[in-house]
């Protein structure tokens, strides 16, 4: 007799929120309670799953898979190969700032290989902490901090750019 287990895809979901870093200050129920709005979807290779120049409406962790990043840099309509500026692999995520405003995405993010990923979707996002404020805090605040993290990165990039600027001259 095979004995199957059931609901632990769950707390699979929920550990690996826990090990992102927009996502490691919550608690584990913190982390449950966020966990909650988690869709799954499961994508074969090829599929868009975050258009160029659209509204972006949900978060996206990547649970099994890789996913190409794109741009059209020279507006043709097409992401070619030289157009991609970057792959994410299983424990990565995508999409996060469609959480927090309304500006079109930046990038066409699509599936390399057969995908499991785990989609936050906007609207139960905003229900959710809209119903917890301290959850709503901590979770604005982590957003707080993954941006200035990546402020501090572009501005050493560009320091480090404009000083080989100078060298060169």
Do not use: W
């Amino acid at each position: 007799m095979e004995l199957e287990l059931t609901g632990f895809g769950e707390f699979e979901g929920v550990e690996l929120l826990q090990k992102l870093h927009l996502f490691q200050k919550l608690t584990f129920d913190e982390t449950t309670r966020l966990g909650s709005v988690i869709q799954y979807v499961d994508l074969p290779p090829g599929t868009v799953v975050i258009e160029e120049n659209a509204l972006g409406d949900a978060l996206y962790v990547i649970q099994k898979g890789e996913v190409r990043v794109t741009r059209d840099i020279d507006q043709d309509g097409t992401h070619s190969e030289k157009e991609e500026i970057g792959r994410l692999k299983a424990g990565e995520l995508f999409g996060e700032m469609s959480l927090i405003d309304d500006v079109l995405t930046s990038a066409r993010v699509s599936t390399v290989t057969d995908c499991r990923l785990l989609k936050m979707p906007r609207d139960k996002f905003e229900a959710l902490l809209g119903a917890d404020d301290k959850l709503a805090v901590k979770v604005y605040r982590s957003f707080c901090r993954t941006l200035s993290d990546r402020v501090r990165k572009t501005n050493a990039l560009l320091a480090k750019t404009q000083a080989l600027g100078v060298a060169v001259r």
